[in-house]
């Protein structure tokens, strides 16, 4: 089955107002017109708007980084879905700096994704293992857990899109090796498909992120089990940003 390739991009506590849109504009001004890829832009809460005009006559789309699961009501702090979907496409939700410094856990990630999908929110489901876990031997078993578990109650995966992005990876430049990403990745098609059939676990897009630069994305773009890729870091430079999406379009042929 031929899947889009997505580069999707999370600026995370990272500019302004003012930065973000003079990043995306360097962005769109880096990019080929129509090259048959995705490209989503995750910004913080307070730049979706203004970017939403600035990439408004662009191919570009735009996600958040984070929603809650509530509708509305007494949550200080947290944005409900229907607050992002006149922006968005798309949520990053499980990332692991979530879990990790805000103690999200697997069935608060459940939640939000049920909450996403009803609100018509594409979600970037962020899954990975610890270093220790890696250690162990149990990376596939702790990727998988997570994704059934995140899964719970969520009748069908349209639109779904899978993270893996190993905790001991991200924002060190220590990015996982091809061969190891290429088993947790077919590790987690098998176990979309186990879910919810064939058909889903060869829709599913998987994207790799941790440590991706525009040196090193070529090698897992080239994969066939991986759709493309999360950035971090390499997002907020528009040249590595761009060069990456113009990888991505190479690596997939179109
Ligand atoms: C991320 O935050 O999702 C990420 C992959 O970060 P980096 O590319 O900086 O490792």
Redesign the pocket.
């Known amino acids: 089955m031929k899947r889009t390739p997505l580069i999707a991009g999370?600026w995370?506590m990272n500019t302004t107002v003012p930065e973000a849109c003079s990043l995306a504009k360097a962005i769109l001004a880096g990019m080929e017109p129509a090259d048959g890829t995705e490209t989503v832009i995750c910004p913080p809460f307070v730049s979706l708007a203004p970017l939403h005009e600035v990439l408004a006559e662009s191919p570009v789309k735009l996600g958040a980084q984070n929603m809650y699961f509530k509708p509305k009501g007494a949550f200080t702090g947290e944005v409900s879905a229907s607050m992002i979907k006149p922006f968005c496409s798309y949520v990053i939700l499980g990332?692991s700096e979530r879990r990790q410094v805000f103690g999200e856990s697997n069935e608060l990630i459940n939640a939000k994704i049920i909450a996403a999908v009803e609100a018509g929110l594409k979600p970037i489901l962020c899954l990975g293992e610890s270093l220790e876990q890696r250690k162990a031997g149990k990376a596939v078993d702790t990727v998988t857990g997570q994704l059934l578990s995140c899964l719970a109650e969520i009748r069908q995966t349209s639109g779904l899109v899978i993270a893996y992005?190993p905790v001991w990876?991200?924002?060190t430049g220590v990015n996982a090796g091809v061969d190891e990403v290429c088993q947790i990745m077919q590790a987690l098609r098998a176990a979309v498909a186990g879910m919810y059939g064939t058909g889903a676990g060869e829709e599913v897009r998987l994207l790799y992120?941790?440590?991706?630069t525009a040196e090193n994305a070529a090698s897992y773009l080239s994969q066939p089990v991986i759709d493309g890729a999360?950035?971090?870091?390499?997002s907020l430079d528009p040249d590595q940003f761009t060069t990456i999406i113009k990888l991505a379009a190479a690596a997939k042929n179109i």
């Open positions: 999370n995370k990332h992005e990876a991200i924002g992120g941790g440590s991706v999360l950035l971090g870091g390499a």
